[in-house]
């Protein structure tokens, strides 16, 4: 690979543009976006339309199905979400990226936390700057400079920004399905780490909740006729949590018990909550066959009931992944960046596109940390650093030299082609 002067040309247009792209991720940083507030969501969301009218396809809405919530009575509800956002610009070209990000924060509407503010040291501290409205910037800079590239004609793209991500992408999951088994190659824009490195592999996860029916009785006179549902939540939590250290790579995270009743009345609804971490397939069948069972042990007077599934599952750093990070790489070093990857424990969007067949990047995003915090930053400098990292792979992309047709083939083992 080589830099040519049309190449630079587009570089030096995101360069000059430096301020802009950080300007603008701040100012959606003020909007709390948390996920499961609604307004907020949607006040993003009409920004994010205007600011993706600039590329060549006119942006549409998704509408989302609702997904089921556990609420704290043990019934079941439903989580309405407000429309995703797509952008297809010359789906007839030859060579199909797929990019996607998320508008959704972890911040709920009553956080303290809802403005970008500048730390000692220069770096940006803010609600969802690294993860990932910067990310979001970052993106759109990158593809508005591609457009002034004459090889632009050769790479057609789907932009999907999500509303859900922080809460497992359960609406959107289907959508990104879609789009992945229509792309070569993916881009996705959570945070890189902050020396720059990319997530290699990535474990899956999943959210589940068990319900536990027990029966109402008065603490003092009838005791003996209750069926405590704390207790019983407390017991399954206890044995979930002795499913960590079985199997190499799951983790289960019992994260909270709800339910409960006055000190006086034996409790009749408690819920369990828990979320696993696993590295691969067959780690995921062991435990889903280990919740089923604790699930389906006798408690005598109560009643257990599951619900959650495994949303992602892992994207392990097949051959096809490591093609597309060599190839990436190769594109940094261009541009004086040393591109490296690592393992994570964490999961996004990125596997999703993984479990449809799609090779991704998935931490293109601006370099920052203490995500999921209110020390949550990111570094000025990354903003273009990152942005021309993403307009360069998609000019070799369009120039051939990145080869997405041959990354997106070695996904199926029997060479078969996009």
Not at 91 to 117: I, K, M, R, W
Not at 169 to 178: E, K, M, R, T, V
Not at 294 to 309: D, F, N, S, T
Request: aromatic share 6%; hydrophobic share 45%; net charge negative.
């Amino acid at each position: 690979m080589r830099l040519k002067d049309e190449d630079r040309a587009v570089l030096e247009a995101i360069a000059s543009d430096g301020g802009w792209i950080i300007d603008r991720a701040v100012a959606w940083c003020a909007i709390n976006s948390g996920s499961l507030h609604l307004a907020g969501l949607e006040r993003q969301r009409q920004i994010l339309l205007d600011a993706i009218s600039t590329l060549p396809g006119a942006p549409t809405e998704i509408p989302l199905a609702a997904s089921e919530v556990i609420g704290p009575d043990g019934r079941v509800g439903e989580q309405h979400h407000t429309p995703a956002i797509a952008v297809v610009v010359r789906p007839e070209a030859p060579l199909q990226v797929v990019l996607t990000g998320h508008y959704d924060t972890v911040y709920p509407e009553t956080s303290g936390f809802q403005t970008v503010q500048t730390r000692p040291d220069g770096a940006l501290r803010g609600p969802g700057i690294a993860d990932m409205k910067g990310g979001i910037s970052v993106m759109l800079a990158a593809l508005e400079a591609f457009e002034r590239h004459p090889d632009a004609a050769n790479v057609g793209y789907r932009v999907l920004l999500s509303p859900d991500e922080e809460i497992g992408s359960i609406a959107s999951g289907p959508i990104l399905s879609d789009f992945a088994r229509l792309g070569h190659v993916g881009l996705t824009y959570e945070p890189a780490l902050a020396d720059g490195s990319l997530a290699s592999s990535r474990k899956g996860s999943g959210n589940f909740h068990i319900v536990v029916h027990g029966k109402a009785a008065h603490a003092g006179r009838d005791f003996g006729a209750g069926r405590n549902a704390v207790i019983g939540a407390a017991r399954i939590a206890e044995a979930l949590h002795g499913l960590n250290n079985q199997r190499d790579g799951v983790t289960v995270n019992v994260a909270r018990i709800d339910g409960g009743a006055p000190l006086n009345m034996v409790p009749e609804v408690a819920i369990a909550r828990f979320n696993v971490r696993f590295p691969d397939a067959e780690a995921a069948a062991w435990f889903e066959a280990r919740v089923a069972s604790i699930v389906a042990e006798p408690r005598e007077g109560l009643h257990v009931h599951l619900h959650g599934l495994i949303t992602r599952g892992a994207k392990p750093f097949n051959a096809a992944q490591q093609q597309l990070f060599g190839a990436v790489k190769e594109v940094g070093a261009l541009l004086g960046q040393d591109i490296a990857w690592k393992p994570s424990g964490g999961v996004c969007e990125g596997n999703n596109l993984f479990a449809s067949g799609l090779p991704n990047v998935d931490t293109l995003g601006v370099r920052g940390g203490d995500i999921h915090s209110e020390a949550e930053h990111a570094f000025p400098e990354s903003f273009v650093e990152r942005a021309q990292l993403s307009a360069l792979i998609l000019m070799k992309l369009a120039s051939g030299e990145i080869d997405g047709r041959s990354i997106r083939a070695a996904m199926n083992p029997l060479g078969e082609t996009h």
